[in-house]
């Protein structure tokens, strides 16, 4: 393989997998958060309430019509892939969203936190930012993540409330 196709292969798959390792970390560590209640806002109103029209409790019908159809699709999460750096994947819960991960590799495309939350996150030392709020009368939290570096890794991801 030429190393320009393996670029191709390799982005998409690290796409792929940085979006599942967040929302696993996400799944981790939101109970672990929420427990301690450190380090999450509380808030009335999101400001991101959906991606592409997709929002939660939507049918997976729905997010299908919305989407097109899923690189890879199931009862329980359907992933889609729109180029090499956009990547979306949708989880379901009896049919029904219950969250959706956006990543985004580069800044190119991603979101500011401004657009997702209304203000601005103090990058860490590293360069890197993390936000969670969860807005409990919407029924979800919505956070925001990005790796540090020169080709960082932005994922949003809004999740029902347990």
């Known amino acids: 393989m030429s190393p320009t196709s393996l670029r191709f292969v390799t982005r998409p798959f690290m796409l792929a997998l940085a979006a599942f390792l ?6 981790i560590a939101a109970p672990a958060v929420r427990a301690q209640g450190a380090g999450v806002k509380k808030a009335d109103k999101p400001l991101y ?11 997976a019908e729905d997010v299908r019509k919305k989407l097109g159809d899923p690189k890879d699709k199931s009862d329980a999460q359907d992933f889609f892939m729109f180029s090499d750096s956009e990547t979306a994947q ?4 009896k049919g ?3 969250a ?6 580069g800044v ?5 936190p401004k657009s997702v939350f209304g203000t601005d996150i103090e990058p860490k030392a ?3 930012i993390f936000k969670l709020i969860r807005y409990p009368d919407a029924g979800y939290f919505v956070s925001y993540s990005k790796t540090a570096g020169d080709d960082p890794l932005v994922t949003v991801t ?5």
Do not use: C, F, N
């Not at 959706?100 to 590799?105: G, I």
């Not at 190119?108 to 500011?112: E, G, Q």
């Open 22 to 27: 967040a929302t696993i970390l996400l799944g």
């Open 49 to 59: 309430v959906e991606y592409k029209g997709v929002r939660i409790g939507m049918s």
């Open 90 to 93: 949708v989880y379901y819960d």
């Open 96 to 98: 029904k969203v219950m």
């Open 100 to 105: 959706v991960s956006v990543s985004y590799l």
């Open 108 to 112: 190119k495309d991603a979101p500011v």
């Open 126 to 128: 590293d360069g890197g």
């Open 158 to 162: 809004m999740q029902r409330i347990q």
